[in-house]
Every structure is written in structure tokens, then in C-alpha cells.
């Protein structure tokens, strides 16, 4: 585990949910193939959203986690993802903008050729 003055941080906004995906190493700093999964929120005394708007967003962002265990589970489940990925990978989708690593996608538009 790193130690405080080693982590990145990053400039999130307070409506912001974050998946966290921390990946479990061996001895030798190689990846195990395990994860944890999670999701990291903004101080919840800092928080612009209601009740209703923040449960609603969390219950998705659980989904979001919920559907790694599952593709490990159910190969029927992770082969259609994996289908839908391949097939959104061949879609220009409408950038709106980028920002360092974070990429900002408008899925309301269509960007299929």
C-alpha cells in the first residue's frame, strides 16, 4: 500500500462517483488477478445533491461494481459485455472534451458511422 504523500490526487467535483478499482499484488509487485472494487464520493458535508438524486446515483455506481463479481460468475453475462464493448469500440463517440486522463463522452448523441 502506498503511504499519503505517494498517492495521486485527483481534482473531483463534489457531484462526482468515482469506481475504484485497486488491484491486489504479490510479493514481487506483480498483479494476483484479484481486485477490489469500490466507490470513493465526495465528504458528504460537502455534497450538492438531494437525498433522492445521490441514493439513486449510488444504487447505480453499485450496479457499475456489482457487475465485475457477476462477469466472473455468470461467462454468458461477461461475453455479451465483452460483445458490446468490441461493438461500441467500432462507434465514434462525440467527445465533448478531455482533460488529462479523463475523457468527457456525449452518449446522447449518436456518433455511429
Known amino acids: 500500500m502506498k503511504t499519503d504523500d505517494t498517492r495521486i490526487l485527483i481534482d ?12 491486489v499484488l504479490t510479493k514481487e509487485n506483480k498483479w494476483s488477478g484479484e481486485i477490489n472494487v469500490g466507490i470513493v464520493v465526495a465528504d458528504p458535508k460537502s455534497r450538492i445533491l438531494d437525498d433522492e438524486d445521490y441514493y439513486y446515483l449510488m444504487q447505480f455506481a453499485n450496479l457499475i461494481c ?5 462477469m466472473e460468475e455468470d461467462v454468458e453475462f461477461r461475453m455479451k459485455i465483452e460483445r458490446f464493448l ?5 462507434k465514434d463517440l462525440p467527445i465533448k472534451g478531455k482533460c ?3 475523457i ?10
Open 104 to 113: 468527457q463522452v456525449n452518449f446522447k448523441e449518436d456518433g455511429s458511422k
Open 86 to 90: 468490441e461493438k461500441e469500440k467500432k
Open 100 to 102: 488529462d486522463n479523463v
Open 66 to 70: 456489482a457487475s465485475v463479481p457477476l
Open 12 to 23: 473531483c467535483d463534489e457531484e462526482d462517483f468515482l469506481i475504484r478499482l485497486n488491484p
